[in-house]
């Protein structure tokens, strides 16, 4: 992993520690401190679950036929009144399975992200387009 992807807050799995929340500069610093490709410090893939522990609510299909599915999240009120919406595109093209993802905010100004693997990814994105912080509620 490369540590100029990450910022505080993000979370990753460290090999020695686990799940991980980084929480200072520090840390960011010694996960650099490795190889690039070390497996000490590696992405957590983002999955339901995830987005759920975010606060995204499922709000079902969009659409879906042989080649993807598209499963429409939102985080409801997120920005005051606003909601942000992350639309996952699980598609198969080609044979090769692979996840993009649409947000947007209250349905207009859609962003494409591309194709996000990882909590910190999404961490980011919604952070670059809200400038708020993705926590996990309790």
């Known amino acids: 992993m490369n540590a100029k992807e990450l910022r505080i807050g993000n979370y990753v799995n460290l090999e020695d520690k686990g799940l991980y929340k980084i929480d200072c500069g520090q840390d960011i610093d010694e996960i650099d401190s490795f190889q690039l490709g070390d497996p000490y410090c590696s992405g957590v893939p983002i999955?339901?679950?995830?987005?759920?522990?975010?606060?995204?609510?499922?709000?079902?299909?969009?659409?879906?036929?042989?080649?993807?599915?598209?499963?429409?999240?939102?985080?409801?009120?997120?920005?005051?009144?606003?909601?942000h919406e992350l639309h996952l595109i699980d598609s198969n093209y080609g044979g090769v399975l692979y996840s993009e993802y649409v947000t947007s905010i209250d349905g207009f100004d859609r962003q494409y992200n591309g194709r996000m693997e990882f909590v910190h990814d999404l961490q980011n994105a919604v952070y670059k387009e809200t400038g708020k912080e993705l926590t996990i509620n309790k």
């Open 47 to 83: 999955t339901e679950e995830w987005l759920l522990k975010f606060g995204y609510e499922y709000w079902g299909l969009v659409k879906e036929n042989e080649f993807e599915i598209y499963k429409r999240y939102v985080l409801y009120n997120f920005l005051g009144t606003s909601n």
